[in-house]
């Protein structure tokens, strides 16, 4: 009777596994967005901006709001502000929503992770606590640890994880303004960033490295080549 009721127990266990993972929607388009203060939104939104999101554009919130209220780790529709109680409207915000009006049979979900004046060296797994040590008094260094533990990096990865489990990640988008301005390694820098997601299981999508688009507000020529 003990054994039968293990075996009962283990079956439930393998059935409830494979229904979580039947739950996981192959039309549910998720895009990661990093970087600085263009990225975490550095425009004050406009009466047209607020209240006609569609449903369908989800945001999974990084970090805990207190206006509107979210909680980390929960999924919303995606209202301003998106990336942080910090930010404002961004390029997140009219990216997702131009790509549900093009896919009505898909939703779209960003995760979003920024912080005004970082740079790129926040985003590197092997590189941000040196980064941090070295200019504590930042203020991109106070909104890393206010609202991402410190570690930037890890809570893209964290939240990537959660994200795979009800949909697929599709992409990687980054917007990177005033910092590394004419480094000629940057490029090698994110480049090693994309490498990094790109390899962590939980970012793997349909068995291929998602795609990247990367952007920076060029100032100059040098600039404009990243």
């Known amino acids: 009777m003990k054994k039968l009721a293990l075996l009962i127990m283990g ?3 393998l059935t409830t596994s494979i229904e979580t993972k039947a739950e996981v929607d192959p039309n549910f388009h998720i895009y990661i967005c990093f970087g600085q203060s263009n990225m975490e939104g550095n425009a004050q939104w406009g009466a047209q ?3 006609n999101v569609d449903a369908r554009f ?5 970090c805990n709001f207190n206006s509107p209220k979210r909680t980390l780790g929960n999924w919303y529709t995606a209202s301003c502000p998106i990336v942080s109680p910090d930010g404002k409207l961004g390029p997140t915000d009219y990216f997702g929503r131009k790509m549900v009006a093009h896919l009505p049979d898909h939703k779209i979900g960003v995760i979003a992770v920024a912080m005004g004046g970082s740079p790129i060296e926040m985003f590197d797994k092997d590189k941000y606590q040196q980064k941090l040590k070295d200019n504590p008094n930042e203020w991109w260094a106070s909104l890393a640890k206010r609202h991402y533990g410190g570690n930037p990096y890890g809570r893209i990865i964290e939240m990537a994880k959660k994200a795979m ?3 697929v990640i599709k992409g990687i988008l980054l917007h ?3 910092s590394n301005c004419n480094d000629p390694n940057w490029p ?3 480049k090693k960033i994309y490498n990094d997601m790109s390899a962590y299981r939980a970012v793997k999508s349909d068995r ?3 795609r990247a688009l990367y952007g920076t507000s060029s100032m100059s020529r040098e600039r404009a080549s990243h």
């Open 165 to 167: 489990e009800v949909g």
């Open 49 to 51: 901006d607020v209240g």
């Open 58 to 62: 989800q945001m999974l919130a990084t």
């Open 208 to 210: 291929t490295s998602p």
């Open 188 to 190: 090698n820098m994110v």
């Open 176 to 178: 990177q303004g005033c």
């Open 11 to 13: 079956l439930f266990m």
